[in-house]
């Protein structure tokens, strides 16, 4: 096997630390002092102080917009999967009338912005009375999920040797058992990583938070950032805290699922 050129292992330690170095700066940041920022960006601080969390959790009520925020993704995430599963097992394994049709509908909903429809969406939502409230921002994002899922699930069922489909079907197993039994255990790693895909945008939604809730209680975490950040503009390691506190669950959960997520994205490529 031939190894890196060494060109290109300089260029690719440069890009990640380009990539990194902001993150980096940013963690430093949130433990410094005003006084220890105005020495320098980069120096390093003198103790890692969690003051400036408890500040930002407590004065930016970021306790109360972390739960919203975990009270959004779960649902969101648990019904996506849930409904990706069933709508891409009949798209990969039933004669599904107008599929094509569907399956462009779907391709559609993927690439067509929230901006379009952010309006009318809300004017739905406020005559059936779910603004303001959780149902409000769940339903949209399985809603928005759903395209891509299903679309991802049906090509990983697809990928799954008919012969072991035909031999379940000659034992006499049902379609649930067959669906349920076989061919979700066998995409394990594309459903990884879909919920990890899933997890992220939900937790970084911005734009239907912003517009569907105007209650302080119901807001997630990426529209309380940015009122605490509206409010104090002077205290940089504290709004860094902040920033800390939305990005680290993410950094969290992908360090956990790395390899996973990894196997997920070259798993049909491979096959």
């Known amino acids: 096997m031939n190894k890196t050129p060494l060109s290109s292992r300089v ?8 990539t990194i170095l902001p993150f980096l700066l940013a963690l430093l940041t949130s433990f410094k002092t005003q006084m220890e920022l105005f020495q ?21 009520h970021f306790n109360v917009y972390f739960l919203n925020s975990v009270l959004v993704v779960i ?12 709508a891409g097992f009949g798209f990969a394994w039933l004669k599904v009338p107008g599929k094509r049709v569907i399956a462009a509908m779907f391709a559609l909903g993927m690439v067509l ?8 969406l809300y004017h739905e939502l406020r005559w059936m009375g ?24 049906a090509s990983a069922f697809q990928q799954v040797p008919k012969e072991l489909v035909e031999a379940a079907v000659m034992d006499g197993a ?3 058992k067959i669906l349920w039994g076989l061919l979700v255990p066998a995409i394990g790693q594309t459903l990884s ?19 569907l809730v105007n ?19 002077i205290d940089i390691p504290v709004l860094m805290a902040g920033a800390m506190i939305v990005i680290l669950p993410l950094m969290a959960v992908f360090l956990i699922f790395q390899r996973k997520f990894i196997s997920g994205v070259t798993e049909g490529a491979v096959k």
């Open 215 to 233: 209650k302080d209680e119901l807001r997630t975490l990426p529209i309380g950032m940015m009122l605490f950040q509206n409010r104090n503009t």
């Open 130 to 153: 779910l603004t303001n409230t959780y149902l409000a921002l769940i339903i949209p994002q399985i809603a928005l999920s759903l395209p891509f899922t299903t679309l991802m699930i």
């Open 193 to 211: 990583t879909l919920a990890l895909l899933l997890f992220i945008w939900t937790w970084n939604e911005f734009l239907m938070p912003l517009i």
């Open 75 to 86: 649902p969101v995430v648990i019904c996506s999967l849930f409904l990706g599963i069933l």
């Open 40 to 60: 320098g960006v980069f120096t390093l601080p003198g103790s890692l102080n969690i003051k400036n969390y408890v500040t930002a959790w407590q004065q930016g």
């Open 11 to 18: 260029l690719i330690w440069l890009v990640a630390v380009i």
């Open 113 to 120: 912005p929230s901006e379009a429809f952010i309006i009318p």
């Open 174 to 176: 049902s379609r649930v």
